[in-house]
């Protein structure tokens, strides 16, 4: 390999194959199987061409479709289905995507250098926490070991017990004040890291571009809101009539679901339809038969002087 490929490109020694190679495109092989092998820088070099991110889709179905038409190219490539074709997508994707290739290939290694950043401040502030422990639990070790030792060499020097009950408690109270300042340094390096994990800019959410939620469900309404309003009479909640009391009281109606307002409502409905309806009037620029309408023609008529007087 070195001594073909050295002075620069130069077509492959197998024989039939007629690509050329560049020595620097050479490497170790990392599996034992070379399908395997091939399968991964197939699905390495697609992936870098097709790495659009799931917040550049509108819905997760658009995005499950993408991913669905990346692997379709993707298992051709490998089983040698159409391979030209394939290649043809891969070429043609790349030269009209070429920006938003490059921008997030970009974006993905801020965020693994980011993933990096936040892994070794957490073991930083791990190592933090162990070394404060460890020395917290030594100096609690110390402080008992001098206390126990300073108490009794003063009672046996013959101090006073109030006194020395006195100056535990003050000790106890400065041990109390230290464990408050040191939890709120903990709370300052938990804040740093996760003022490392979001680039300082707040919470970080993953997803699609625009998230909006379902709209709540409306209880279904087979006139689509239109609501009927009589112009030439209004009804009434109660009409007092003794056959129709005596149906609004029958717990046999009631129990079917019958509703005496339906009635009231249809009854007025069929006795007002026929008023403000002039069939001459509407007819009036339509040639009629002879002898058709005449008969309607006379009790339109009727009906309308009947309305004016």
Same mark, same amino acid.
């Given at each position: ?5 050295? *002075?620069?490109?130069?077509k ?5 194959? %007629?690509?050329?190679?560049?020595? *620097? ?5 990392t ?8 399968e ?15 917040? =550049? ?17 993707t ?12 290649e043809?997508?891969l070429?043609?994707?790349?030269? #009209? *995507? ?14 693994? =250098? %980011? ?22 639990? &030594?100096?609690?070790k ?24 006195? &100056?535990? *408690? ?28 979001? %680039?300082?800019?707040? @919470? ?15 209880? @279904? ?51 007002? #339809? ?23 023609a ?8 009947v309305?004016?007087?």
């Amino acid at each position: 390999m070195d001594r073909i490929f050295s *002075h620069g490109p130069n077509k492959c020694p197998i024989a039939g194959c %007629n690509r050329t190679l560049r020595k *620097h495109r050479f490497r170790k092989q990392t599996f034992e199987d070379i399908q395997v092998e091939r399968e991964v820088d197939i699905r390495k070099r697609v992936a870098a061409i097709f790495n659009r991110r799931e917040d =550049e889709f509108a819905t997760l179905l658009d995005y499950n479709n993408y991913l669905n038409d990346v692997e379709d190219i993707t298992f051709n490539l490998i089983n040698k289905i159409d391979v030209e074709e394939s290649e043809a997508k891969l070429a043609s994707y790349a030269s #009209s *995507h070429g920006d938003e290739i490059i921008h997030n290939a970009t974006v993905a290694s801020q965020e693994a =250098e %980011n993933f990096s950043a936040v892994q070794a401040a957490e073991r930083e502030q791990g190592k933090m926490r162990r070394e404060a422990a460890r020395r917290e639990e &030594e100096e609690e070790k110390r402080e008992k070991r001098e206390g126990r030792q300073n108490v009794l060499n003063r009672l046996a020097a013959g101090a006073n017990v109030r006194e020395v009950e006195e &100056e535990g *408690h003050k000790v106890h109270l400065k041990k109390r004040l230290d464990r408050k300042e040191q939890a709120e340094r903990q709370r300052q390096l938990t804040a740093s890291a996760a003022d490392i994990k979001t %680039n300082g800019s707040g @919470f970080t959410i993953k997803g699609l571009k625009t998230r909006k939620p379902p709209e709540k469900e409306k209880p @279904f309404d087979p006139f689509e809101s239109y609501k009927y309003k009589a112009k030439n009479y209004q009804m009434m909640d109660r009409y007092e009539w003794s056959w129709l009391n005596d149906l609004r009281d029958n717990t046999v109606i009631q129990a079917g679901g019958y509703d005496i307002q339906e009635f009231h409502a249809r009854a007025l409905c069929e006795a007002f #339809s026929g008023l403000g309806v002039f069939v001459m009037e509407e007819k009036k620029d339509v040639d009629l038969a002879e002898g058709v309408f005449n008969t309607s023609a006379v009790s339109t008529a009727a009906a309308a002087d009947v309305a004016m007087s």
